[in-house]
């Protein structure tokens, strides 16, 4: 029986996650949540600021002219390049395409619950302890009443993408 996966955030790293996940999916039933209404994270742009509809505060650090300033030939995914028309330095919109494309090329839109804020994980308990970690029952998702094998994500509060 494959694991049941959730990740959480439809960024590029959650993107990048449910598309090795969906990969497999003899191994991994991943779904995808996004409390936003598109794919993208924090390139999509938005002139709202202070609560969102769910009370929550907007967490963008997008501007509205933007230009990043990293080469496209360094923040492409390895099996998918950015249109070579655009030049090395894009704006934010390019980003968005580009991540919105991703979506679509590996037809992760099917597997992404937009409009969907998770608000607590919580761990069901320990199934097993091992020399050099813990192996845990499940997560139970608030307000969803799910119960998955893992939850993969990225949070303003953690510094690199987790995996329990």
């Known amino acids: 029986m494959p694991l049941r996966v959730a990740v959480i955030g439809a960024g590029a790293a959650g993107l990048c996650a449910l598309r090795h996940l969906t990969a497999r999916p003899n191994v991994f039933n991943a779904l995808g949540f996004e409390q936003t209404s598109n ?17 929550l505060p907007i967490h963008s650090s997008m501007y509205k002219n933007m230009t990043t300033n990293l080469p496209v030939e360094v923040m492409a995914f390895p099996d998918f390049p950015f249109n070579e028309d655009l030049p090395s330095f894009v704006k934010h919109t390019d980003v968005c395409q580009y991540l919105a494309d991703y979506t679509d090329h590996f037809h992760l839109r099917e597997h992404i619950r937009v409009g969907k804020t998770m608000y607590q994980l919580t761990a069901l308990g ?15 998702v608030s307000g969803k009443n799910r119960v998955l094998d893992r939850a993969v994500g990225k949070t303003w509060y953690l510094p690199e993408s987790f995996i329990y």
């Open 39 to 55: 794919v993208g994270g924090t390139w999509v742009y938005t002139e709202d600021t202070g609560i969102d509809r769910n009370g």
């Open 126 to 140: 320990v199934k097993e302890k091992q020399s050099c970690h813990i192996v845990l029952q499940g997560w139970y």
